[in-house]
């Protein structure tokens, strides 16, 4: 009963969010129950569907993660976006500069970056939250930005190969590849992308529960988040809970760059990110800063994301843009739950009045 | 150095401000009356696209503009009956909106022009390139008198400042909000429209490239008041102007660094170090009517 409460918003949101999708693409001129067979149907084949699907998802697991974690602790990082940025540079300039090395130092070194440089990128909002309470939200967009400007610099600078006229490194050295899953298992064929990196998304999603769930930190932020007054009353440093979970939720958006940087595209391109960071709000609420519902909402968005593609070949005037229209009004219906909860809250707000 | 300082720059510095000009006023109204407006760059870019759409097919540009505002105002209502009516959270029903305005006008342009997110060229002579600019600059005296002047700028104020005060002394605070939100999708569409339909002659997909942001970072530079706002907009303004010169001329400052310092000063100003920015002291708090 209990995990059934925790579904059923979720999926509300979800049903009302096709509902006025399916307005909107019957007002473009397109059949709103052939569009989703396409949107939904596409993701389920063995093994393209199935194996696209958690390739995008991947990303989305990480950034899911990153806003959650920030949730329980009372803050939005609405930041992930830079930090996969300048963590996408960190990894790629590791994986060119130390490529002498061997792949089993090369490898962890180079993730420790990619979740090195996300977390210092978090932590200074963090920090400036914490020393002089300037909103978070506000700092993260801002450093958004910023990264998108430095990254962009550095690479037009030190990084890009000369006369090329994408905006992206050089590639990485090959060491610091890390392997598709069909190179490790035989039953997925080799030419899907999805590599290692969803594997440490899903130890990530076992290392954010633990974490929060099981050790004192997790404990002190979550306290954080629920009642910050009565947290610091019991003795918990708030100020230091935020910038912890700061640097652990820009840690988690950085590893987007391992999947991206040391399993994909081999080298740092400039744009690579379709709004992981963003998206990964949506993930999170849907998924109700839960692991395991980031993990269901991530592949959600991972099946959209795929069913996106045959949507813009398949149909005649619905692009995949519906994807990016289907995944706000999700946010929007989670957000504005009261709508669907209205007779919960007044029914509740009655027991309370009898009570007292 | 010579080219830096002259009237050219001083020119396109007033023209790259003026977007931001208004996108920031309708979102210091807002702010000021306690919600959070993250939502300026949807707000925009549905501004943008309808009225380059509208003017497209009436070959009016003022019909355009009005559609714009119409848009603006439209989408404006979904984030203030989220926030107000359903109490959801402001920044995130705000980020929902910047999202769907990414995807609403490629999804319409794609139906309406086959395109991926522009919309067809429209001639010279519908264009209106100068009245933006002087609707901006001739609203911020305007604003400033309704915000420092009048009964509705003081009912905003403390609102703004202190909802449950402002309701006992009879202040329906939803209604004010309703109205500052409304007036922030109707700036921010002018805003928009501008760069659709004064500065270029079409939309193209995310033309607004941040600056609904910057506009964002422009209020809160400007510690939530109007002149100093404007200021800070001019500022902005300058920055980018100042960066589209220096494109190729000096090779030793890229002119990503000259992009960021908005950006960068906003967060010095936000942590206090340019005098104390305060921010309205109910900004983002829900106001719930107590029985």
Known sequence: MKYFRHLLFPMIAIVAAFVVGAIVILLI????????????????SWPDG???????????????????????????NIGAEG??????????????????????????????????AGAVWAAVPGILKAKFGSHEVINTIMMNFIAAGVASALTQSYFKEPGDPILQ??????????????QLFSFIPERIPTNVAFVLALLACVFVYLFLWRTKWGYEIRATGENPKAAEYGGVSVRKQIVLAMAVSGGLAGMVAINEVLGYRYRYYQGFSPQYGFTGIAVALLGRNHPAGVLLAAMFFGALTRGGLFVDIFTENVSKDLVLVLQALVILFVAAEALFRGQFVKRRIAKGVKAS | MRGIVSLAIIYSTIRLA????????????????????IALEGLMLAGAFTSATV???????????????AAGVFIASIHAIACIRFE??????????????????????????????????????????????????????????????TPFGLRLRAVGENPEAADTAGISVRRVRYTAVLMSGALAAIGGAYLSIGQSSLFTRNMTAGRGYIALAALIFGKWRPVQTMLACLLFGFAEAASIQMQ????????EYIQIIPYVLTMVVLAGFIGASRAPKALGQAYRKEM
Do not use: K
């Open chain 2, 55 to 69: 003017t497209h097919y009436a070959a009016n540009p003022w019909i355009g503009l009005l559609g714009g505002v």
């Open chain 1, 50 to 76: 199935i194996g696209y699907t958690l390739f995008y998802a991947t990303p989305l697991i990480f950034t899911g993660l990153a806003v959650a974690v920030s949730l329980r602790c009372g803050l939005l």
């Open chain 1, 83 to 116: 930090q996969l940025t300048v963590a996408a540079l960190a990894t790629a300039w590791t994986g060119i500069t130390f490529g002498n090395l061997p792949a089993w130092i090369l490898i962890p070194l180079a993730c420790m970056a990619a979740i090195a």
């Open chain 2, 18 to 37: 003026t977007p931001l000009l208004l996108a920031a006023m309708g979102g210091l109204f807002t702010e000021r009356s306690g919600v959070i407006n």
């Open chain 2, 88 to 149: 959801a959270n402001q920044v995130v029903t705000g980020t929902a909106i910047n999202i769907l305005m990414l995807g609403v006008p490629t999804l319409l342009s794609g139906a309406l022009f086959g395109t991926t997110g522009s919309t067809p060229q429209i001639p010279q002579t519908e264009l209106i390139p100068n009245a933006p600019v002087v609707i901006a600059f001739v609203l911020v005296p305007s604003l400033w008198y309704l915000l420092y002047r």
């Open chain 1, 29 to 44: 001129g397109d059949d709103p129950i052939y569009t989703y067979q396409l949107l939904i149907g596409s993701a389920l």
């Open chain 2, 248 to 255: 190729g001329v000096t090779p030793y400052v890229r002119v």
């Open chain 1, 169 to 182: 490194t050089r590639p990485i050295s090959v060491a610091a590849h890390i392997p598709r899953l069909g």
